[in-house]
RNA sequence: GGAGGGGUGGCCGAGUGGUUUAAGGCGGCGGUCUUGAAAACCGUUGAGCGAAAGUUCCGUAGGUUCGAAUCCUAUCCCCUCCGCCA
């Protein structure tokens, strides 16, 4: 949510940045209503004063056993405008904040401007590309020949875009998911939690993804639950509604979820494979950071995700989002992205991001200055560290044999019973 | 699923229609005293909106009333017992 006070006072910048965004967002409208909001306020609170300070004459009176129906008579009035006035300033207020809710953030100045993905960033690249002296197979058709996926038999236990790992498929997962973890933890100083997977509509509203993107979220209707499409939202509102304490922070998660995706939209987008699914396993950064720490955090959590594939020794790219692909929430973002020889092209594994305040705001994340104060909204970031399914193709593409096994990297070997090769 | 009990400031806790403008305690902060500290004593101590006056907030949302923390309705959460259950 933006500050509702920075739009009163930057309208032409904020209609710059949301132009370069692509968003459509009537501020003028907004300011009209806004301005209502604020004369509806100040005369209801006029007339509450007046109701307030009459009530007690009358509680005197009563006590002193004077008649006081006059009184009554008169305040019976002032009381029905103001539930007048009080409606109105309930529906302009609501009116308000549903538009408000729907804005997305405000680019960063540092991002670059642009339309589209083809106008992001290249920050820096790792590894060459590889060279392969044979025809490299995508990966689900490597794991079908060795066994480790069967896209078949999940069509049958749930529908596409799920995936059925066996033997060595499903150990690769797991030990991923364990080598993440314990990367994270040990060396990168994050704390592990574990969450759930369902969450109500006032978290899914903190991060963002309501009310505007509720076509992308799998719903129980029957309890009003949300089944999470990232461990953002529930780690992010660990602190919903809280003030914390400077002392507190910077507060670093890493956090293993399944994540689940309707994927709307996507209809003939990656149909084949384990790069698009309903159901998909991501261990994921999170951190709480005072303001004017945030980028520094940013890069930090960034280097904290490429790790993780530096040390599986996998090509990849870092890219920064032009204004045109921004997330709605994020005001600066990160792509990290692999080499899929198969496609021969670069694939999105880990976004990385700084919501400045915009998370804070919509679910009262504060934190109290050591120096005194009101509170302040924290900044909060997060980060793939990484997509658990998609390192699985980038390390079977990647490591493939002419014979159509697999490698194992060094790295995992520990985790997997010393297993060298998947064959 | 059934029966009961309960949600009040950072925490505990009083408050069943009108000086509650939320008592009291704990904790925090400041001070007195002290070589320093503890103890004791004194003071202070929530959030939102507003330039301010002021106003709102007692789980949440409605309602009754001139007036609601207090009464009514709905709803969420927590606790106890019973049933079911990994």
Redesign the pocket.
């Known amino acids: 949510m933006v500050d509702i006070?920075y739009i009163r006072e930057n309208r032409e910048y904020i209609l710059n940045k949301y132009a370069q965004r692509g968003a459509k967002a009537d501020i003028d409208a907004f300011l009209r209503l806004d301005d209502k909001r604020?004369q509806l306020?100040?005369k209801t609170?006029q007339l509450?004063?007046e109701?307030?300070?009459?009530?007690?004459n009358?509680?005197a009176m009563?006590?002193k056993g004077d008649p006081a129906e006059q009184e009554?008579v008169r305040?019976?009035d002032?009381?029905q405008s103001i539930k007048k006035l009080e409606k109105e300033l309930?529906q302009t207020q609501q009116e308000i904040s549903d538009q408000l809710l729907g804005f997305p953030n405000i680019p960063h100045d540092s991002v670059p401007a642009g339309v589209s993905e083809a106008d992001n960033a290249l920050v820096r690249s790792y590894k060459e590309i590889p060279h392969f002296d044979f025809e490299p197979k995508p990966h689900h058709e490597l794991g079908q020949v060795l066994g480790i996926l069967d896209f078949e038999r999940a069509g049958k236990i749930s529908g596409s875009r799920f995936c059925l790992y066996m033997g060595a498929g499903a150990l690769l997962e797991r030990a991923l998911i364990n080598f993440m973890l314990n990367t994270h933890t040990t060396k990168h100083g994050y704390t592990e939690v574990l969450t759930p997977y369902m969450v109500n509509a006032d978290s899914m509203r903190g991060t963002g993804q309501l009310p505007k993107f509720e076509e992308d979220l799998f719903k129980i209707e029957s309890d009003g639950y949300y089944l999470i499409p990232t461990a953002e939202v529930p780690v992010t509102n660990i602190y919903r509604n809280e003030?914390l304490a400077e002392a507190d922070l910077p507060i670093y998660y890493v956090c293993y979820s399944a994540c689940f995706r309707r994927e709307a939209g996507s209809y003939g987008q990656d149909t084949q494979g384990i790069i698009r699914q309903h159901q998909f396993n991501k261990v994921e950064l999170v951190k709480f950071s005072a303001p004017e720490a945030s980028y520094n955090e940013l890069e930090k959590l960034l280097s904290n995700a490429e790790q993780i594939l530096k040390l599986l020794d996998l090509p990849y790219r870092v890219v920064s989002l032009c204004t045109g692909d921004l997330g709605f929430s994020a005001a600066k973002t990160y792509d990290i992205e692999v080499w899929l020889p198969s496609q021969n092209k670069y694939r999105e594994i880990s976004s990385c991001s700084n919501f400045e305040d915009f998370q804070a705001r919509r679910a009262k994340i504060?934190y109290r200055p050591k120096a005194g104060g009101?509170?302040v909204f924290v900044h909060t970031l997060n980060g793939s560290g990484l997509a658990v399914g998609r390192t699985v193709v980038a390390i079977m593409e990647n490591y493939q044999q002419p014979d159509g096994s697999i490698v194992i990297p060094d790295i995992l070997r520990a985790y997997m019973g010393g297993m060298e090769k998947i064959v």
Request: proline share 4%; no cysteine.
């Open positions: 006070n604020r306020l100040q609170e509450r004063y109701k307030n300070t009459a009530s007690q009358v509680a009563k006590r009554i305040l019976k002032v009381s309930r003030i504060r009101k509170p």
